[in-house]
């Protein structure tokens, strides 16, 4: 592009784009989260959510939405939850006794509910909440074991609760998503706001924006950049041309590193997630997702490169039926396919997105300390060793074993 035409394409850019306005509205609002920067610190989401699901709290919701969370959570997994409860018996709960204990015994979330009468249950609900982190090693089958000793004559549901719904290598746990609770933020103010003060309905419109912006994605925002990347594609484009992005250069890195590989395929791709298959498993494995690339792939590996680089080996949605056929056919080799607990029972709800393969590439603060050529030194080291070892063997496992 020549100078001159770099120019107008800028200042067209900066004169006329009331879309970028809008954005710029909506993400220069003032919130909380983002002030205290907080948005992916663990513990505060977990104190919200106490908060939130509280009945005896001062959001003047009484017990509306734990109502509301339980009865979303068990209709997306009532296959899945080994309990005598039903869907009804969150409706008529007596929730005059709630008890929300924060980081009892180490568990996250504790929710006791003891109401009076012959028709209540008493009811421990536990719930492990994982934003950038992931489990400990027996973290879960500790925390089951603790539930069950000291609440025995209870019933009892256990939550792993992540923003993608991966399942819990835990038995017993059932998985749960963000995207639902920020759905439930959404009924909340709109279905009752004339109970909220202005200071709690601004106080859950903030935390809900930060899970659209940060967490589970928000729909209106990237139709908007959508619109102004098409109408600017010229100006943006030189604008990112100049832009020092870490990220960026990671990806980069690695769209030219896998296709050096000649027994990989690429995938559709975005910045955060880079996504790429084997000939092996692309000659194996049908194509039978509608609702993720256009490829149709449903069983992909995904570098996540956000904050820190991530490489898994993700069950995209479609059928139902074909997803628990790898899901059973990885539970084989659960010493292979590191995110799958021998021996574990839980199906995976239609929402998910699981992983049954994972291997952390880049840690958060090698990612933020690192210059770049010592980060793609270290990608390459680590994604040879995975190519020839673990890569090889899952290969070899597909080739062999998986019948269609």
């Given at each position: 592009m020549k100078d001159s035409e770099g120019i107008r394409a800028l200042e067209k850019f900066v004169l006329n784009n009331p879309e970028l306005e809008r954005l710029e509205g909506m993400l220069d609002t003032f919130n909380v989260f983002e002030t205290l920067k907080i948005v992916n610190v663990e513990i505060k989401h977990s104190n919200f959510l106490a908060w939130l699901l509280n009945p005896n709290e001062n959001h003047s919701l009484d017990s509306y939405f734990l109502r509301q969370f339980l009865k979303t959570f068990y209709s997306e997994n009532k296959e899945l939850i080994d309990s005598e409860l039903s869907l009804f018996d969150f409706e008529i709960f007596d929730y005059s006794d709630v008890e929300i204990r924060r980081e009892w015994r180490n568990i996250d979330l504790l929710i006791l509910i003891r109401g009076e009468g012959k028709e209540n249950k008493k009811v421990a609900i536990a719930i492990e909440n994982k934003i950038k982190s992931s489990e400990g090693q027996d973290q879960l089958s500790r925390y089951k074991k603790i539930v069950d000793k000291e609440f025995e004559g209870y019933s009892k549901l256990f939550i792993f609760l992540t923003p993608e719904g991966l399942e819990p290598s835990g038995d017993g746990w059932v998985p749960f998503h963000y995207e639902a609770i920020a759905g439930l933020l959404e009924d909340t103010l709109k279905y009752k706001k004339d109970y909220l003060s202005d200071n709690v309905y601004n106080f859950i419109d903030q935390y809900k924006t930060i899970l659209r912006r940060y967490i589970v994605g928000n729909g209106e925002i990237e139709?908007?950049?959508?619109?102004?990347?098409?109408?600017?594609?010229?100006?943006?484009?030189?604008?990112?041309?100049?832009?020092?992005?870490?990220?960026?250069?990671?990806?980069?890195?690695?769209?030219?590193?896998?296709?050096?590989?000649?027994?990989?395929?690429?995938?559709?791709?975005?910045?955060?997630?880079?996504?790429?298959?084997?000939?092996?498993?692309?000659?194996?494995?049908?194509?039978?997702?509608?609702?993720?690339?256009?490829?149709g792939r449903i069983l992909l590996y995904e570098f996540d490169n956000y904050g820190r680089l991530q490489l898994n080996l993700v069950v995209g949605h479609g059928d139902l039926d074909y997803r628990e056929k790898i899901r059973n056919f990885c539970l084989n080799r659960s010493d292979l396919f590191n995110t799958i607990k021998k021996g574990s029972n839980n199906k995976w709800p239609k929402s998910a997105w699981p992983r049954v393969f994972s291997k952390e590439i880049l840690s958060k603060k090698e990612y933020e300390e690192g210059d770049l050529e010592s980060i793609k030194s270290k990608i390459e080291n680590i994604f040879e060793k995975f190519f020839n070892n673990e890569m090889k063997e899952i290969d070899r496992y597909f080739e062999e074993e998986w019948l269609e």
């Open positions: 139709d908007i950049c959508r619109k102004i990347y098409s109408k600017h594609q010229k100006a943006l484009d030189l604008i990112f041309e100049y832009k020092p992005d870490l990220e960026l250069e990671v990806n980069e890195y690695l769209s030219e590193l896998l296709p050096k590989k000649s027994n990989l395929i690429l995938d559709f791709s975005t910045k955060r997630y880079i996504r790429f298959t084997s000939k092996v498993l692309d000659n194996k494995v049908k194509k039978l997702s509608k609702e993720w690339t256009k490829s």
